[in-house]
């Protein structure tokens, strides 16, 4: 490792601890789930024979299924209060997981209903898939939203989205919205849990009602406003390494929309054929009140053709999001760990976090630093330091363990760490973090896939 050391570090600034509120969130969707349970445990008197065993599991299914919709739809509104301090990963992880749940409720659901009914009818299970979906109210619409929704689950399996483009994912997952419409209705029809129960439907709605009005706020009202009143567009791109490029971004009043260093947006360049799709990028220097800068790598078809954009460009941005800024540090002692395209939202906060910073940059060679000059006028200045750990000559790869931390930052326990990078990257740090002694309360990250 390489290291430029410029003196004295800056004098520390008081720091106030904030705790993420990723326990209490979770907390309130648990709850949600017992709640719906209760439904059917209120609404069931007796459970009799394998059909009643079957018909019963298929309601609590299905009525679980129905919850798990609106959180997943709810985890996509973008609500500040998630993206900002939980976390974005975080809040995408949830999101994740709350697909996987929906899906296997889904089909649990309908295996069990059916399974149930034809036990009751002496029928066959086809005979019965027939009958419920032509003949039970709403249910060719639930049908439609079924398919929709697992077509969504599997593009949204990891083996098949390497296998296609964002835009074809992005658009088939906005499809999530028309599958839980066309699905919601034959819930309340059929639901034994809602038929003449007007408090227990009335909650229904509201949950509904509630998550879409969050939609609508967050993912349209909000970025309509904040587009109409700053008036981005693209006022530079400049090269910083190869394939890693900076877009200078220009509009009015930037300073109303309160983001901070480590936070990033969600970038539609109106030009270059870029404008079908919202790709976050973090910004990668403090933001001015007039000029905001990102810098993006070639990883996919869309970061490529960001160094081909025009002085002059529309933008239209949505955000700030990220929870990796500085009112997240307990500690003086700050160390950051940025790999790759990681060191973006790090670099920015590099130069403005209070108190003793250190950064360590892992990257292939030299050739792959980027903004590393910044990086070193940084240090000089504020009297920081800044370690690489690049590749040897013949491409080995330096690993950062538990023992090499310890060695290199003696007290790192006492040490805020702030990790960005890729998503194999970020963990491996934070488990040798936590290997030496660094507790989760002082470990910060977010992290991407490649």
């Given at each position: 490792m390489t290291t430029v050391d410029a003196g004295r570090a800056a004098p520390p600034a008081p720091v106030?601890?904030?705790?993420?509120?990723?326990?209490?969130?979770?907390?309130?969707?648990?709850?949600?789930?017992?709640?719906?349970?209760?439904?059917?445990?209120?609404?069931?008197?007796?459970?009799?024979?394998?059909?009643?065993?079957?018909t019963g599991a298929g309601r609590i299914a299905g009525l679980l299924c129905g919850y798990a919709c609106a959180v997943l739809v709810g985890l996509?509104?973008?609500?500040?209060?998630?993206?900002?301090?939980?976390?974005?990963?975080?809040?995408?992880r949830w999101h994740a997981m709350a697909g996987r749940y929906t899906v296997c409720l889904l089909l649990a659901h309908i295996a069990l209903i059916l399974a149930g009914y034809a036990a009751q009818d002496r029928a066959s299970l086809w005979h019965e898939a027939v009958t419920v979906v032509l003949d039970y109210p709403d249910m060719l619409k639930a049908t439609a939203g079924t398919v929709i929704l697992l077509a969504v689950g599997v593009t949204s399996a990891r083996a098949v989205r390497r296998?296609?483009?964002?835009?074809?994912?992005?658009?088939?997952?906005?499809?999530?919205?028309?599958?839980?419409?066309?699905?919601?209705?034959?819930?309340?029809?059929?639901?034994?849990?809602?038929?003449?129960k007007p408090v227990a439907t009335a909650v229904w709605y509201a949950l509904y009602l509630g998550v879409a009005a969050l939609v609508l706020w967050y993912r349209i009202l909000t970025p309509v406003?904040?587009?109409?009143?700053?008036?981005?567009?693209?006022?530079?791109?400049?090269?910083?390494?190869?394939?890693?490029?900076?877009?200078?971004?220009?509009?009015?009043?930037l300073d109303e929309l309160a983001a901070r260093p480590g936070q990033f947006f969600r970038w539609r360049f109106l030009?270059?054929?870029?404008?079908?799709?919202?790709?976050?990028?973090?910004?990668?220097?403090?933001?001015?009140?007039?000029?905001?800068?990102?810098?993006?790598?070639?990883?996919?078809?869309?970061?490529?053709?960001?160094?081909?954009?025009?002085?002059?460009?529309?933008?239209?941005?949505?955000?700030?999001?990220?929870?990796?800024?500085?009112?997240?540090?307990?500690?003086?002692?700050?160390?950051?760990?940025?790999?790759?395209?990681?060191?973006?939202p790090l670099r920015a906060l590099f130069e403005t976090l209070p108190g003793e910073v250190t950064l360590l940059y892992r990257a292939r060679g030299?050739?792959?630093?980027?903004?590393?000059?910044?990086?070193?006028?940084?240090?000089?200045?504020?009297?920081?330091?800044?370690?690489?750990?690049?590749?040897?000559?013949?491409?080995?790869?330096?690993?950062?363990?538990a023992e090499s931390l310890r060695a290199a930052f003696?007290?790192?326990?006492?040490?805020?760490?702030?990790?960005?990078?890729?998503?194999?990257?970020?963990?491996?740090?934070?488990?040798?973090?936590r290997a030496a002694g660094v507790p989760d309360r002082r470990i910060h990250h977010e992290s991407f896939e490649l």
């Open positions: 106030t601890a904030r705790r993420s509120p990723a326990g209490p969130v979770l907390a309130v969707l648990w709850a949600g789930a017992a709640a719906v349970v209760a439904l059917w445990w209120a609404d069931t008197a007796s459970v009799v024979g394998t059909a009643g065993w079957l996509m509104a973008r609500v500040p209060l998630l993206e900002r301090r939980t976390g974005s990963d975080r809040v995408a296998r296609t483009s964002h835009e074809f994912w992005y658009y088939v997952h906005l499809l999530t919205y028309a599958a839980v419409f066309l699905a919601f209705f034959h819930q309340l029809t059929l639901g034994n849990e809602f038929n003449g406003r904040l587009n109409r009143r700053h008036q981005l567009r693209v006022d530079s791109v400049h090269q910083e390494a190869p394939g890693v490029y900076s877009v200078v971004v220009r509009g009015r009043r030009g270059q054929g870029l404008g079908w799709t919202s790709t976050p990028y973090s910004l990668s220097a403090p933001p001015r009140p007039d000029m905001m800068r990102i810098t993006v790598k070639a990883l996919g078809d869309h970061s490529a053709a960001v160094a081909l954009l025009r002085p002059g460009t529309r933008v239209w941005a949505e955000g700030p999001y990220g929870s990796l800024t500085a009112d997240r540090a307990t500690s003086h002692h700050c160390l950051l760990i940025a790999a790759g395209v990681g060191i973006t030299v050739e792959d630093l980027a903004l590393g000059g910044e990086l070193e006028a940084i240090a000089r200045r504020r009297g920081a330091q800044v370690l690489y750990a690049l590749n040897g000559p013949r491409g080995e790869r330096p690993r950062i363990t003696p007290g790192i326990a006492g040490h805020d760490v702030y990790i960005c990078g890729p998503h194999g990257f970020a963990r491996e740090v934070y488990e040798a973090l």
